[in-house]
Structure formats: C-alpha cells, structure tokens
C-alpha cells in the first residue's frame, strides 16, 4: 500500500534511507536543514522537498527523523516550526536518531496527546548499511503502532525487531554503541601488537577471523586499520556523543561501565589528534602514535 511519507534529515544515513522508502513506491516529502542537500535528493530520487518539518509532515501517514541530537529531535519536533504543528491524528512518528531515552519518552507523551504515536527507532550498520538498505532497527513502542510502520520500516532495513515499550530502542543502541566500543579497542591493540611483532597482518585475520575471535569489525576494518585509512563511516564525534549517552544511562540505572568510560577517553585523545571526522576504527591510532 501506498503511504505519504515525511523524512526529516538528510544526512550520511537519512539520505539514502529516505532513498529507499521513495523507490518502494511511497509518496515521499523531505526536509533538511542545509536545502541543497534535499535539493539534491530531489534530483536523484522520487519525491517533493519541504521548507520546514511542519510542511513535510502535513499530511503523512507515517514522519520518520534522523538527526544529530536531543536538542536537534525536540527542535524538529517541537520547534517552532516542527512536525507536531501538522502532525495528523493517527500518523506514526518514527525517529531514527541516537538519542537518550529520556527524550524518546518525552517525544512519545506529547504525542499522544495530541493525538498520533511515536516509535524511537536507533540504528545501527553505519553509511554502507544505509547506503545497502541492510541496517538494524531496533525499536521502542506500543506493538499495534509498530505493526502498522514494520513494512516502511522495512525499507531500509535488514533486521526490524520491537524490543519493548517507548525507550526500549534507544537502550538497546546503547548497548550496541557500548559493544563496538569495546571490540574495536580489542581490536585495535591486536593489530597494532601484530604489526609490532612482524606478522602478515592478512595471512592472521584470514585465520583468526575463521574462529571465536571474529567480529564484524574485523572482518570489514582490519585492512583500513592497518593501512591507517579511517574514512569509511560513522564519525568519532558522533560515537563519543552516543557513549555519553550511554554512560548517562549507565549511572541512571546503577551500572558500572569502566570499560567503556576508559574508552570514551581514548576517543577523545583521537579527537586530540585531529581524528573527529574519522571512523570509529580510528582508535587504532593512539595506539601507533604511541610507539
């Protein structure tokens, strides 16, 4: 069935997200901060570009968002110029945002108030699982409103699983963030030890890799790390945010996070580097500059 469709943010994942729910043949209206890059899309896909969340959102049946932040969602949201001011009664928001679990609750009272439903729906699989349509959802919400939007959901989307009530999402980013983390430090000091050592970086993870130590980290990364080439995803800025977020949660909840603090400063000491824009991976070089 054909729906009418709002995508809010337009960035590395939104773009070709809202990408995929326009060529499975719905009636897509986006909106993005900086115009050109809706513009763009408009030239590439199907569809009708929005002077401001308001006007995407008039009239959807479903209003999907993907920004940076808390303040960035309760703008586009609630702003002055945001999404709840046309919302329709009975429209589902969905938010693919990384964001505490805090707003998503928030976000999902106001708009029952008034009338439509929310999901938070974090993602997880970075640019090239955006750009595959393979991502991860991960979903927070009432089971009969997520029945309703699995299937445009599904757009985008290798693996769409509701974990529980409103906020259920975004805790289940989290750990996902929290177990990246920590793989990737493993990693990290791994190769950067072999490398040390005088091994054929290829000739280890073409065997390592066959047994309990593989990761998908490994398995798509050891090569760049090595090679010192961290431009394949998802920022280090953006992974030091959602850790905060985490490690936030983490005291909430009474749960000791050591690991992933330690880490937290590790990413830090890259962004010292100069490394911000790099990929997670990029951990890898703190170690090296270290020699």
């Avoid at 595959?132 to 599904?154: C, P, Y």
């Avoid at 996070?257 to 010292?272: H, S």
Wanted: glycine fraction near 12%; include cysteine; charge should be neutral.
């Amino acid at each position: 069935m054909t729906c009418n469709v709002a995508f809010i943010g337009l960035g590395v994942m939104g773009y070709p997200m809202a990408g995929y729910i326009s060529k499975a043949g719905h009636n897509v209206t986006v909106f993005n901060r900086t115009k050109f890059k809706a513009e763009k899309w408009i030239g590439e896909y199907k569809g009708k570009m929005a002077n401001t969340p308001a006007e995407a959102a008039d009239g959807a049946d479903f209003i999907f968002t993907c920004v940076g932040n808390d303040d960035d969602l309760r703008e586009v949201a609630t702003g002055e110029n945001g999404l709840f001011n046309t919302a329709k009664a009975g429209s589902i928001f969905i938010d693919n945002s990384t964001v505490s679990a805090e707003v998503s609750r928030e976000l999902n009272k106001k708009a029952n108030d008034k009338g439509f439903s929310f999901l938070d729906a974090p993602i997880s699989g970075g640019q090239a699982g955006a750009e595959g349509g393979i991502l991860t959802v991960m979903v927070g919400g009432d089971e009969e409103v997520f029945k309703k939007a699995e299937s445009v959901i599904d757009c985008y989307s290798k693996k769409v699983k509701l974990i529980g009530p409103c906020g259920s999402g975004q805790l289940t980013k989290m750990m996902n963030q929290m177990c990246i983390a920590g793989t990737v430090q493993g990693l990290s000091e791994a190769i950067n030890f072999g490398i040390n050592a005088g091994l054929d970086m290829d000739k280890v993870m073409e065997t390592i890799s066959k047994g309990a130590a593989q990761s998908w980290q490994m398995e798509n990364r050891y090569r760049t790390m090595t090679d010192d080439k961290f431009d394949y995803g998802f920022a280090i800025d953006w992974m030091r945010k959602d850790l905060k977020i985490a490690i936030e949660e983490a005291k909430k909840n009474g749960s000791p996070v050591p690991i992933t603090e330690i880490i937290d400063g590790y990413y830090a000491e890259v962004q010292k580097m100069g490394g911000n824009r790099w990929d997670s991976s990029g951990l890898i070089a703190r170690l090296k500059k270290k020699k």
